[in-house]
């Protein structure tokens, strides 16, 4: 792999839809194996970003960079898990048959195909659910099976759009545990969240707000640039917000 080069070089990059501006003027790396956060409320451009990471979108000016590719680019898709804000999920099939399909797709298969069905279903714990219909399933479930399918051909890079909402506190943490230890193995992960506690456990966080790049920096730095004694009153003092 690109030895040396940040994983994600995002550059100058601005998003428009007509005369909206989405993402004005944002510029950011990410380096290998980082756990990379992108906290802002919502409609901040959060999702945006991500699709633009991803390759599902384009941006309208700049340039956004994945393992030292130019984006979009498909076939970097097999180098990506991605974890999108909906699930994409067939409710009429099985988790086991959701699995299969997206394996295939990654080019998965026998016995190495069922080897990872079985870790990744382990990881969201749902093994005891393997064979109940999607529909079937509660929101926080789909959002642990779409998680597990970004987990399944072990890639690279994992883009992670709010990956634990509606996850119960429990397994939310026993999931960032397996994210730490995908983090050691080399993995990078870009994750989006709302939630301040979440952001604090991310390498380095990039805070955004209507569009624009506040800030970029470890959680505890940016706690102590800012004098704040949390990180929401760090986003706050970011966003104009000062006491
Ligand atoms: N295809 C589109 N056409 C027009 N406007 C769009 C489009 N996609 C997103 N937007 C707008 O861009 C802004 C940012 O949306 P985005 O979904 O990126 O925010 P977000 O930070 O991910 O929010 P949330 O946390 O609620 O998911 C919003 O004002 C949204 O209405």
Redesign the pocket.
């Known amino acids: 792999m690109n030895q040396g080069h940040p994983v994600i070089a995002v550059t100058h990059v601005r998003r428009a839809?007509g005369t909206?501006e989405?993402l004005k003027d944002i510029s950011l790396q990410v380096e290998q194996a980082e756990t990379f956060g992108i906290l802002?409320?919502?409609?901040?451009?959060?999702?945006?970003?991500v699709k633009l990471l991803t390759g599902i979108d384009e941006v309208t000016s700049g340039q956004v960079e994945v393992l030292g590719v130019r984006m979009p680019k498909l076939s970097l898709l097999q180098q990506i898990g991605y974890m999108a804000?909906s699930d994409a999920l067939y409710s009429e099939l099985s988790a086991k048959e959701n699995l299969e399909f997206f394996a295939s797709l990654y080019g998965l298969r026998g016995g190495n195909r069922t080897r990872r069905i079985a870790d990744v279903m382990e990881v969201v714990n749902l093994q005891e659910h393997l064979r109940k219909r999607v529909d079937q399933y509660s929101g926080g479930m789909k959002r642990r099976l779409s998680l597990a399918i970004a987990l399944l051909h072990e890639p690279p890079l994992l883009i992670l759009d709010?990956p634990t909402v509606g996850i119960d506190p429990v397994l939310r943490k026993s999931i960032w545990k397996e994210l730490r230890t995908l983090n050691g193995k080399g993995t990078t992960i870009v994750v989006?969240t709302?939630v301040m506690d979440e952001a604090e456990k991310c390498d380095r966080l990039a805070m955004i707000r209507d569009?624009q790049l506040l800030a970029v920096d470890t959680p505890a730095d940016l706690l102590q640039n800012t004098g704040a004694a949390s990180m929401e009153e760090a986003f706050l003092y970011y966003g104009g917000v000062r006491r």
């Open positions: 839809f909206k989405v802002g409320p919502s409609g901040s451009g959060k999702t945006t970003l804000q709010e989006t709302h569009g």
